[in-house]
Nanobody, 114 residues
Framework: QAQLVESGGGSVQAGGSLRLSCTVRGRFSRYCVGWFRQVQGTDRKEVAYRDEEGTITYAEAVKGRFSFSFDNTKKALYLQMDNLKPEDTAMYYC?????????WGQGTQVTVSK
């Protein structure tokens, strides 16, 4: 089973940018991988996801501001986040595996102030 380690979170002001990274130890797949976020007390929600056919989808709230990418050689996933808004504040998780078989990282906190 793969192990995922996120990094790159932090505190920024609205309008700023952050780039999250996720390093995968073990088996790496370019499919069924992505980023999710969770506000304490709410459900974890999909942010950017590449499905089993290679199609990347973004949550409506982040379209045009966030960009998902990956590097096969480095076995890494990335989430470039631009024009951040206070409502983007959440714990961000990377995940591999299709629904029902997902492996999660430990999460990295993103806090956006006004």
């Amino acid at each position: 089973q793969a192990q995922l380690v996120e990094s790159g979170g932090g505190s920024v002001q609205a309008g700023g940018s952050l780039r999250l990274s996720c390093t995968v130890r073990g088996r790496f797949s370019r499919y069924c991988v992505g980023w999710f976020r969770q506000v304490q007390g709410t459900d974890r929600k999909e942010v950017a996801y590449r499905d089993e056919e290679g199609t990347i989808t973004y949550a409506e709230a982040v379209k045009g501001r966030f960009s998902f990418s990956f590097d096969n050689t480095k076995k890494a996933l990335y989430l470039q986040m631009d024009n951040l808004k206070p409502e983007d504040t959440a714990m961000y998780y990377c995940a591999t595996g299709c629904p029902g078989t997902r492996t999660w990282g430990q999460g990295t906190q993103v806090t956006v102030s006004k």
